[in-house]
């Protein structure tokens, strides 16, 4: 979608810019003339170059920008323009992560349809992205609320239900009450909603999920190549998945043909299990708790409903249960042990089942001093006396004791040994587990991409055919609150005809998580108008995987890992050239003002159209970069902004007082025939073009980049100074590649300022867009400064600069010092009482 922008009212443009320099008069002009021309457009079918895709992670519509969009978008825009200009063909997209509760409650709290609220946000923030200069194709604009783009997210679903890779099943779900919905596993943070903050409780639902476990050794074995991702990324994707090597053991239950099977990383300590444990939602608890402590239970598993997972696992909570007023057998020992149902164990982790070793685990021992159970030893360090008390549990690995044939074992000797043991009986094996844990997809709510699923009574559970997607959301609701999914609500969306029987069912009502949708949006930029699938393969292999990705560290256990997720599965079905979607990644700092995170509670919010409207979209640009590397925080400074706008101010006043000097379109001078400040000043713009293409390609170094181009700027008005341009209407050679030089390098960060000047200079209309003109590539030789420039005081003041060839001794650069001119008028017929040498900098004449 394309848009073109009004030049502002005079009331628009502010009294602080002066001189000429008109920000958003010429910021709204450029932006018009960028889009007539279609010079953002992408050609993927372009081969003639090679390809980059620079991208970041797509915003959620919620009314307008903040600091922490403009710097993001920023980063990546800068990045695609330096890349075009280095001869790639770029792709820069954007779109809308436009699904989401958001929606939903302004909906139920203005009376609105949530699409027309999406669409409106939309339309607002899509005004502001242009305003900011953005290098991005807006006919590739999607949004993942509208039918043609959640069509593929439907058609996805399907594959992976065909794959085996989505399903059905009843299971403790993480609750918040605030969202009215489920969350998965990734959305709970530390026990509370990743959204709200608020306590996330266990209900038993009906839910859809991807078997994302069936992935996760994939996972993490590819986390070692992704070479150009943060370390601290690739840790926290490690930590969760968390692969874990370990044994199922079988536990017969006594009296009864039941068996209880628990997961234990530590089958060397198996013999100093006393108890076992269960999780309150245990499917064995119903049918193994006896009459007398039945009503125990059922008001230990209603108390246990009401705590968060984080609640429950915290690991310095008080330790409760209940015991289930049966046994089981050890199978090594023999020994009859009490099973309990205890909160601390999860129902959703491992098998649900915990053998209890109370003298090898900090958890066990606390419940088995607090319920006065059996504590035996197992395990003790090498030469330890394993009769000695123990006053706390001993977790480390160690040597066995009171552990029969295995005793005298190392830990792991033993683990193995006893694992064999187990495989050659029949009543365990060795076992691979996971933290990660299948990916909850199923959400009650509205506004969200359906899930193409219908429910017949005869033929059961039928997907959606693929010719009859997508299944569309209503436009309106009337929305209550008691739970459960809006879309129950609504008749004509619910019933419909089975597509095999062609019998009343009914449609699934939950939709599915937003990251579903986000998590293959990279793929749809590359062919968004297609109709007939979600991308074409053959475009997809030609630009995936995205060359670098822009975004928030927050994302990484739950849009990264989902991405990575989709693509195995879409390169399994040979869909994608490779089963990892973004090559390098860089995660960007938060915004901050006073220290603190920006938000409207603490009235510390900067918004991005006051200083469009103040200093213009390049002042933002170039101050949003300059301050940090973009990694870290960045910390909002008002006057370091003034700042920034009074150097563009500058640039503009110094070029255009200058203009009669230069001509743009003059080919460079030749180094070697350069002398004095024509010489320094090539100089300074080469070592400026070797740094920032430095500082750029090594981990996009912006503030740095920003520091040269100001030291370059420096350079530039001292030879203007130096050599009185604004007196003179001569074209000088020298001076004019050094603008045009200078105006390459800033372009990509200040792209209207620097594309005026490159029209008022005739480059335009000569060689077209300063934008599509070819990066720098410095000149070698002029890396070494052959010349210096020193500076000659005399007691201490500046009474002259001399440039002189590099590397002479001090006594030369003593004697050229009290040579010159204009220094000798300070020194003669005065006594020298000393002369200071700086070699390469200063000489300092003391008189007296």
Same mark, same amino acid.
């Given at each position: ?513 937003? =990251? @579903?949708?986000?998590? &293959? ?9 297609? !109709?007939?699938?979600?991308?074409? #393969? *053959? ?107 009074? =150097? @563009?101010?500058?640039? &503009? ?9 230069? !001509?743009?379109?003059?080919?460079? #001078? *030749? ?178």
């Amino acid at each position: 979608m394309s848009s073109t922008q009004s030049p502002p009212s005079s009331a628009d443009v502010n009294v602080l810019q002066s001189d000429g320099y008109l920000p958003q008069a010429l910021e709204a002009h450029w932006q018009q003339v960028w889009e007539q021309s279609g010079q953002h457009r992408v050609d993927v079918k372009d081969t003639s170059r090679p390809k980059y895709y620079a991208l970041s992670m797509f915003p959620y519509p919620s009314g307008r920008l903040h600091m922490g969009h403009v710097r993001n978008y920023t980063i990546s825009d800068v990045i695609a323009r330096v890349k075009r200009m280095q001869g790639h063909n770029v792709l820069h997209p954007m779109g809308w992560d436009a699904f989401g509760l958001p929606a939903e409650n302004a909906a139920i709290e203005r009376g609105i349809p949530a699409k027309d609220w999406t669409e409106s946000n939309m339309a607002t923030m899509r005004g502001q992205l242009q305003r900011l200069g953005l290098l991005v194709d807006w006919e590739r604009e999607i949004a993942t609320c509208r039918p043609d783009y959640y069509r593929w997210s439907q058609w996805l679903f399907l594959h992976l239900y065909n794959k085996g890779l989505a399903y059905k099943k009843e299971a403790p779900v993480n609750w918040c009450n605030d969202c009215n919905t489920v969350l998965a596993n990734e959305q709970v943070i530390d026990g509370t909603c990743w959204r709200h903050g608020s306590p996330v409780i266990q209900k038993n639902l009906n839910q859809w999920f991807f078997k994302i476990t069936e992935y996760a050794d994939r996972l993490l074995d590819g986390l070692p190549n992704l070479k150009g991702w943060p370390e601290k990324v690739t840790l926290m994707q490690q930590n969760w998945i968390n692969k874990s090597v370990g044994a199922e053991i079988d536990f017969k239950v006594v009296n009864h043909d039941a068996t209880i099977r628990v997961f234990t990383t530590r089958p060397d300590t198996i013999f100093g299990a006393t108890y076992m444990v269960l999780a309150p939602e245990h499917p064995l608890v119903a049918k193994l708790v006896t009459d007398a402590q039945r009503g125990a239970v059922d008001a230990y598993i209603a108390k246990t409903q009401e705590k968060s997972e984080r609640e429950r696992t915290f690991e310095n909570k008080e330790k409760s249960g209940v015991a289930l007023g049966i046994h089981c057998i050890n199978p090594y020992t023999g020994t009859e042990i009490p099973v309990w149902i205890a909160d601390y164990v999860l129902a959703n982790y491992g098998t649900g089942a915990v053998m209890a070793v109370p003298a090898h685990d900090e958890r066990d021992w606390a419940f088995a001093k607090t319920y006065d159970l059996p504590i035996e030893r197992v395990i003790v360090a090498k030469n330890q006396d394993a009769t000695a008390p123990l006053t706390e549990a001993m977790t480390d690995a160690g040597v066995l004791v009171n552990s029969g044939d295995f005793t005298g074992q190392t830990s792991d000797a033993a683990k193995a040994a006893i694992i064999a043991l187990a495989e050659e009986k029949g009543f365990g094996s060795a076992k691979v587990q996971f933290r990660l844990r299948d990916w909850l997809v199923s959400r009650q709510r509205y506004w969200g991409c359906p899930i193409p699923m219908i429910y017949c009574g005869d033929c059961g559970t039928v997907p959606v055919p693929a010719d009859q997607l997508p299944v569309k959301l209503p436009d309106a609701m009337d929305f209550k609150k008691e739970g459960g999914s809006p879309l129950s609500q609504s008749p004509e969306f619910v019933n419909t005809p089975c597509p095999q029987c062609g019998k009343p069912a009914k449609r699934e009502t939950d939709t599915l998580d937003t =990251f @579903l949708c986000s998590s &293959w949006y990279y793929l749809r930029y590359l062919d968004p108008k297609n !109709d007939q699938q979600a991308f074409d #393969p *053959a475009i997809v292999k030609r630009w995936m995987p995205v060359d670098q990705y822009v975004g928030g560290v927050e994302h990484a256990i739950l849009h990264l890992m989902y991405s990575r997720f989709f693509m195995m599965v879409l390169h399994d079905a040979d869909l994608v050239p490779t089963g990892e979607p973004f090559a390098n990644l860089l995660t960007q700092g938060m915004v901050l003002k006073d220290g603190s995170k920006m938000s409207k509670s603490k009235g510390n919010v900067v918004d991005p159209d006051e200083i469009f409207k103040t200093y213009g979209a390049d002042t933002a640009r170039f101050f949003i970069l300059s301050d940090s590397p973009p990694q870290v925080d960045f910390d909002w400074k008002d006057t370091a902004v003034d700042g920034c706008y009074k =150097f @563009l101010q500058k640039v &503009w006043r110094g070029i255009t007082a200058t203009q009669a000097s230069i !001509d743009v379109t003059l080919k460079a #001078p *030749a180094y070697d025939e350069l002398t004095g400040p024509d010489r320094v000043l090539m100089q300074a713009l080469e070592k400026a073009t070797a740094g920032i293409t430095h500082d750029i390609q090594n981990a996009f170094q912006f503030n740095t980049v920003i520091s040269k181009l100001r030291e370059a700027f420096n350079a530039i008005t001292s030879y203007a100074n130096e050599t009185k341009l604004s007196e003179t209407s001569t074209t000088n050679a020298t001076y004019s590649w050094a603008i045009a030089r200078f105006l390459t390098l800033l372009a990509p960060i200040a792209p209207h300022l620097t594309e005026a000047l490159w029209e008022k200079l005739g480059g335009y209309e000569q060689s077209g867009s300063i934008h599509l003109q070819a990066w720098p590539v410095a000149h070698t030789a002029a890396l070494t400064a052959d010349t210096v420039t020193i500076v000659v005081q005399v007691n201490g003041k500046v009474r002259s600069k001399l440039l002189l060839p590099a590397g002479l001794s001090n006594a030369h650069l003593e004697a050229a010092a009290l040579a010159d001119a204009a220094v000798q008028p300070h020194v003669q017929g005065m006594p020298i009482k000393k002369v200071i040498v700086v070699p390469n900098r200063l000489v300092n004449v003391v008189v007296g």
